[in-house]
RNA sequence: GGCCUGUUGGUGAAGUGGUUAACACAUUGCCCUCUCAAGGCAACAUUCACGAGUUCGAAUCUCGUACAGGUCACCA
């Protein structure tokens, strides 16, 4: 009997031969140095912050050399695999901006011509380049059952050896055609295994585009390739796809390197050109003083619905992941403070390459920050109006009920070189901002500081609002009357007077201005005083002057 | 246990044989100021886990130790 034959006993029913394969999924073409990188998840749950990190990395590294960037299920396993995860996973991605230039769109759908970009529909191929290997008497079946491994496992673990099924561990490696053949007809399941070469004595170097070069010993497992549902295994599906998709950057986490030396044994084996390896550190957080990684059963950070739940801007966790991915974009956003990530030229050299990166809230919190104080008035108010549609239904109503005064209000001291930072959420700024709305305004609680005598307080505001107040004031005719107001008040209207003879007076003009805010807002920290009054007008003013009593 | 990787201030990190060991977040203090938010200035590692070695010179190279992480499935 031919290898050919016995090939095809093991393997029956196969379509295409490996060289078809070959033919169908030609070179790429594409520009001298473009990228080709992929987001492969397998579809057992929701992506979270750890996923969307890699695919983010990918996704600007195929970016910026435009090269391809495509998404592969990975649904080989079909115990773990969820209901609809495809549609699942790309759903979550959508706020995210995580597009891809081809892949699978759903289930039975997908764009690009090197589909199908769901493993489960590959089974085909990757039996083709199996019986290739067994032609080359490359790859062998095996019979062993889970118990029998279960057992050798146990013998070795005894004797302290190394784990595994190889050299005079892997006996079905010595079966013969006949043999398996026999035990085939007879309905015995069974794996094909790869008839490792290598030596575990050896070593086999693995020049890491972000951890640099590493040395492994050479894999000398007889690893599984189809397993015994027919199909493949992760390292056995990662090799053929990436070859056949012309995958030129593998962006995984690090959990991978580990078995890049059975991932680069199969690419020699199959006579493949291997793809360069890119390991990223995965995403840490400190729990109580020890690291541990981001978890997203432990963390709600972890999942990516809290940033759109809490109102965390998404193009402020952008930003973050790209200060994550190479340290020295924060610099550079500094000096470009109006500049996108498209802009910024990342570099693998510059990527962590240690254990991991502290997945710090406040330090996104503070980007937030900063994101939102760039944002124009239009631009944050149509993502306070999106947010609370969502989650906060009263206050979406009265926003868009009122959509010109409200973007004024947003506006305070926004469209100016030092803009204001108060808020890190969307979800922030209804707290700052609730009193300028009738709906919302309470008359209680009022927040006074040094000057708590009502009729104190009554005589200062129906002074300033009867013979002070000018709507038409520019702001420094607005501050000096309030100067003005204070001096004839017995306050002191210059801070610099009151800080050299405070016993001259009974106060200051912070204390006058004070009375007046917390009059208007109940509140004793609110943004510039000035533009409150402006927004609320001359009736409301005297309105909530008159109510606080 | 075997194999692989890592360890720079409270935190994230620059740094690849000669630097006063960047920068950012946090914290503290001062200044500015009608409150707040900002902003400005300053303080915060005599030292890069520890111990040896190479070198005129080491955070950077070598070895050892400790600690941490990863991995050793018919899961990815």
Not at 261 to 286: R, S, T
Request: net charge negative.
């Amino acid at each position: 009997m031919t290898n050919k034959e016995y090939a095809d006993i093991l393997l029956p029913g196969v379509k295409h031969t490996w060289e078809e394969y070959e033919e169908m999924y030609p070179e790429r073409d594409l520009p001298e140095g473009a990228i080709v990188t992929r987001y492969a998840p397998s579809p057992t749950g929701l992506p979270h912050m750890g996923n969307l990190f890699q695919a983010f990395v990918s996704k600007v590294f195929s970016d910026q050399t435009n090269g391809v960037f495509f998404l592969r299920i990975e649904d080989t396993d079909t115990e773990r695999s969820i209901e609809n995860g495809i549609e699942k996973i790309l759903e979550a991605l959508k706020p995210f901006n995580i597009e891809f230039t081809e892949g699978a769109i759903s289930q039975t759908e997908y764009k690009g011509n090197y589909g199908p970009y769901i493993q489960s529909k590959r089974e085909d191929i990757y039996k083709a380049y199996a019986k290739k290997l067994i032609e080359e008497d490359l790859a062998y079946p095996s019979f062993a059952s889970k118990e029998e491994l279960d057992e050798i496992r146990r013998e070795q673990e005894l004797s302290k050896q190394r784990l595994g099924y190889y050299g005079r561990w892997a006996k079905d490696r010595f079966i013969s055609h006949e043999e398996a053949i026999e035990r085939i007809n007879n309905g015995e399941e069974y794996t094909i295994r790869l008839k490792s070469p290598g030596d575990f004595f050896k070593k086999v170097i693995l020049n890491d585009a972000i951890k640099g070069k590493i040395e492994l010993p050479e894999n000398d497992i007889d690893e599984i390739l189809i397993k015994s549902d027919g199909l493949p295994t992760y390292h056995f599906a990662h090799v053929i796809d990436d070859h056949l998709m012309h995958t030129t950057h593998v962006i995984r986490g690090d959990e991978w390197v580990s078995s890049t030396n059975k991932h680069l044994q199969m690419f020699e084996v199959l006579g493949f050109k291997a793809p360069k390896y890119c390991h990223i550190a995965p995403l840490n957080k400190n729990d109580n003083g020890t690291i541990r990684k981001l978890s997203k059963r432990k963390d709600p950070e972890a999942t990516l619905m809290y940033y759109i739940e809490e109102g965390i801007p998404v193009g402020a966790v952008m930003l973050y992941l790209a200060t994550i991915t190479n340290s020295n974009f924060e610099a550079w956003l500094d000096a470009n403070p109006n500049g996108k990530i498209e802009d910024f030229k990342f570099d693998f050299k510059k990527a962590n390459s240690s254990n991991g990166s502290l997945f710090d809230l406040p330090k996104l919190l503070n980007i937030s920050k900063n994101y939102l104080s760039r944002l124009s008035k239009e631009e944050i108010y149509n993502k306070l109006l999106e947010y609370t549609k969502e989650y906060d239904k009263d206050f979406y109503g009265i926003i868009s009920k009122y959509p010109e005064y409200t973007k004024d209000i947003l506006n305070i001291e926004r469209e100016q070189k030092k803009p204001r930072k108060d808020y890190a959420k969307y979800s922030d700024i209804k707290q700052g901002i609730w009193y300028m709305y009738d709906e919302l305004y309470e008359a209680k609680d009022y927040e006074w500081q040094k000057i708590t005598d009502k009729e104190e307080i009554k005589n200062i505001l129906n002074t300033y609002i009867n013979e002070y107040y000018d709507e038409n004031d520019d702001k420094d005719t607005w501050f000096s009357k309030i100067q003005d107001l204070s001096n004839n008040l017995g306050y002191a209207g210059n801070m610099k007077d009151y800080k050299e003879n405070p016993d001259n007076y009974k106060g200051n003009v912070a204390d006058i201005s004070t009375v007046i805010r917390v009059a208007l807002t109940t509140k004793s920290q609110t943004p510039d005083l000035y533009e409150l009054l402006r927004l609320i007008g001359k009736d409301k003013i005297k309105e909530r002057f008159n109510q606080f009593d």
